[in-house]
């Protein structure tokens, strides 16, 4: 989150503005109800070119703003149909109601049924369909070509909590990748939608954070793919004698090394960005890999997509072990902890053929497996730690079982013939 609100957020002000991620964000109304930022210049533009958001200003213009087409599209709400009304028009709205019945009004348009047989969560408002309605409803305000502002005081202008543990983080990351696959696979894909008032590298924006679920496929098989290779005696990466193995020894620092400057740049510590990378790698293996399973359910009709409300921190953990991982019966621990035996019985094969006096084989075909596969167990510690640990801060005895068969699976079909 920092690197996104010290770097990224920051570029996309260059662009048409920061994503709207739900929290610490003003929005003008006119931008929730669907009235593009020049309107003047769509009075004479054919309806059928507008996007649903802008069509929506079109249709309400045709109209001359009558109570009725306001009333269709934001609700049966005469005192919300004026307001809008003044908005759309430009001019000054006059309250002519009591407070009491002000209250009154309010509470009848914040109902859950008011929304029934309206625009609301389609063409206006917060968007509906996905579990990042935030984001959605950012991509809407900029289809209409709005242009957002990233503004970051030195004095923290909202103050809020995260989730407090491993287990909770995760969860929260599940459902805002499941919204953010939704919005890909949906008509609001970035790459659809030639007529939208949106720039080009807007849309790659959108697109880059959209398909983060697919970061969790290639990610797996790199995971596994260096071990299994370690298991059938195989080798796919240069050894440390061939002149290759030094363009791949400078990709491997170099990017490490970026990731780590970036940090120390916004004043992070190692630590801080050590954490950061064995958090992404244990994200793209859970959370990411289960929100490209659940979008698919979605896509079959099989399931529908929930959104999970997730618990924040409270400040009651137990101080000697606030950092550490908590674990539970979860779904989204069996990958991760597969992932960790495969790597695990991968450094056992290589070390034994180290010991037994094959070196040359070692040094020449499996060197580069061994230390990819050695740097996989180090990221995923917190599981280490797991697995001799008991209680809330153990992996449950299901879950090590389910990995445990599901990793022997995988090693029986590579293990290497002696």
């Not at 490490?256 to 994200?283: A, P, T």
């Not at 979008?295 to 409270?314: C, D, H, Y």
Request: hydrophobic share 45%; with cysteine; aromatic share 14%.
């Amino acid at each position: 989150m920092k690197i996104f609100l010290s770097t990224l957020a920051r570029g996309m002000d260059g662009l048409q503005g920061a994503i709207y991620c739900g929290t610490g964000c003003f929005h003008r109304r006119k931008t929730l109800y669907g009235v593009p930022p020049a309107a003047d210049q769509y009075n004479n533009k054919d309806g059928r070119n507008f996007h649903n958001h802008a069509k929506v200003f079109h249709d309400l213009k045709t109209s001359s703003w009558s109570l009725e087409a306001l009333s269709n599209t934001f609700g049966p709400s005469s005192a919300l149909a004026a307001s809008v009304q003044t908005v759309m028009r430009d001019t000054q709205y006059i309250v002519h109601s009591s407070p009491s019945s002000a209250i009154d009004e309010a509470l009848n348009v914040a109902s859950c049924c008011y929304e029934t047989n309206t625009a609301w969560g389609k063409e206006v408002g917060w968007m509906y369909g996905s579990t990042v309605e935030d984001v959605m409803t950012g991509f809407k305000i900029h289809c209409l070509g709005w242009h957002s502002v990233f503004c970051i005081p030195e004095q923290p202008a909202f103050l809020g909590t995260a989730p407090g543990n491993g287990l909770d983080s995760l969860v929260q990351m599940r459902r805002w990748v499941t919204g953010l696959l939704e919005i890909f696979l949906s008509k609001l894909c970035p790459f659809l939608g030639i007529d939208r008032d949106i720039m080009v590298r807007q849309r790659m924006v959108y697109a880059y954070f959209t398909l983060w679920g697919f970061l969790s496929v290639a990610t797996f098989f790199y995971a596994i793919l260096p071990a299994l290779c370690l298991l059938s005696g195989k080798s796919f990466l240069p050894g440390i004698s061939n002149p290759a193995f030094a363009i791949a020894a400078a990709l491997f620092v170099s990017i490490y090394g970026f990731k780590l400057f970036e940090f120390l740049r916004i004043g992070g510590s190692i630590r801080e960005w050590w954490n950061n990378q064995r958090m992404w790698l244990i994200q793209c293996l859970s959370p990411f890999l289960l929100a490209m399973f659940d979008v698919l359910m979605k896509l079959l009709r099989v399931s529908e997509t929930v959104f999970v409300v997730t618990p924040k921190g409270t400040g009651d953990e137990d101080d000697d072990c606030e950092s550490d991982f908590t674990f539970d019966s979860s779904s989204l621990f069996i990958i991760p902890t597969t992932v960790l035996f495969i790597n695990l019985a991968a450094i056992v094969s290589g070390s034994v053929i180290f010991v037994a006096g094959r070196y040359h084989i070692f040094r020449d075909k499996l060197f580069a497996e061994y230390f990819c596969s050695l740097w996989v167990v180090i990221n995923l510690w917190p599981f280490v730690k797991g697995l001799v640990r008991k209680g809330k801060r153990g992996i449950p005895w299901n879950v090590v079982m389910k990995s445990a068969a599901l990793a022997l699976i995988l090693c029986s079909s590579t293990w290497r013939q002696n």
